[in-house]
């Protein structure tokens, strides 16, 4: 019997077709895009259940007449509850109240930090101390900042017993929450004082990116240090500085914590913000159609002013 020898597969010729292998890159790179998904998915998830679908419904509750407790199905009512709204002197006063918050606070709070990031942005000793202390508040809680200001604020408080102190009896401090000159001045120097730790931080990251060459070169060119400012430091915070504005602007626009804690939108509704009207008319008045409504317009609101903000404060080509 003759036996048969198997030959091995003749090896392909030079330059002919190899069999196509799946490179290992490929396999690698499947498996991380897989680790990425599964945890992205966790913040995906969380952002929808509280960002997304809560934007739909309330974009939806508006155009009802939906309470938050109510033994009736809500009923739709087309923009009844915007011409109610556009008709609420309340609603305009929150504006206004919002519009002088914002004015005052984003160039007063941006400027300040800027200072402080250009103060500890310095290599000396004491600079991580002093870079410390100027985060200190924004790292508190604001319910726990508010409670603490509204007892420095009374009429026998810190602040009125310093006054007088140092004035010798001649000046009495006024009773800076329950007047209405006074009570919406004393919200703003509290919000500034507790965010302008933030923002020093982002100027200050900012600052750290600048060349240290372009300053070498200023110091040899005898530069004074309003040019080193005007012609290095504010041009090299650009990005920076829209950052800055923008995230200042769509804060103070939100005001309301302070307001809850502090104030209730008194006296006279002088500290009165939209969003805490939209919240006050949701769960104390329970008017969950309107306070939906409030929310649709405030949000259109901020978007146009941050729109119109960035297309001022872009880079010019």
Same mark, same amino acid.
Request: hydrophobic share 45%.
């Given at each position: 019997m003759t036996s048969t020898i198997e030959r091995p597969p003749a090896a392909p010729a030079a330059g002919g077709p190899a069999r196509p292998r799946r490179p290992k890159r490929d396999r690698t790179s499947k498996t991380e895009n897989v680790a990425g998904l599964a945890m992205l998915a966790p913040a995906v998830l969380l952002l929808a259940l509280f960002i997304f679908v809560p934007a739909i419904l309330a974009f939806g509750l508006a155009f009802t007449n939906a309470r938050l407790i109510s033994p009736y199905p809500a009923v739709f009512v087309g923009l009844d509850n915007f011409v109610r709204l556009f008709a609420d002197a309340a609603f305009f006063r929150a504006l206004l109240n919002v519009g002088y918050f914002a004015v005052v606070v984003v160039p007063l709070q941006a400027g300040l930090a800027l200072v402080m990031a250009i103060l500890v942005n310095k290599q000396v000793r004491g600079t991580t101390f002093f870079r410390t202390v100027y985060f200190l508040p924004v790292v508190t809680s604001m319910v726990v900042v508010s409670l603490l200001w509204l007892f420095m604020y009374r009429q026998d408080g810190l602040i009125n017993v310093i006054i007088e102190r140092v004035t010798m009896g001649m000046v009495t401090g006024p009773d800076w929450l329950n007047d209405t000159s006074t009570s919406m001045p004393a919200i703003i120097l509290m919000s500034v004082w507790q965010g302008v730790g933030f923002h020093m931080i982002i100027w200050l990251s900012g600052l750290q990116t600048i060349p240290a060459d372009l300053y070498e070169a200023a110091d040899l060119d005898g530069v004074t240090a309003w040019q080193r400012f005007r012609y290095i430091t504010w041009p090299g915070l650009s990005a920076t500085r829209s950052l800055i504005l923008v995230t200042i602007t769509i804060q103070a626009l939100s005001l309301f914590t302070q307001i809850s804690v502090? !104030?209730? &939108? &008194?006296?006279?509704?002088? =500290? !009165? =913000? *939209? *969003? %805490? @009207?939209? #919240? $006050?008319? &949701?769960?104390?008045?329970?008017? !969950? &159609? %309107?306070?939906?409504?409030?929310?649709?317009?405030?949000? #259109?609101? #901020?978007? +146009?002013?941050?729109?119109?903000? $960035?297309? +001022?404060? $872009? @880079?010019?080509?």
């Open positions: 502090m !104030t209730q &939108g &008194g006296p006279l509704n002088s =500290t !009165t =913000t *939209v *969003v %805490y @009207e939209a #919240v $006050r008319s &949701g769960f104390a008045q329970q008017e !969950t &159609g %309107y306070a939906s409504a409030i929310s649709l317009v405030f949000f #259109v609101i #901020v978007l +146009l002013i941050s729109v119109v903000q $960035r297309f +001022l404060s $872009r @880079e010019k080509a």
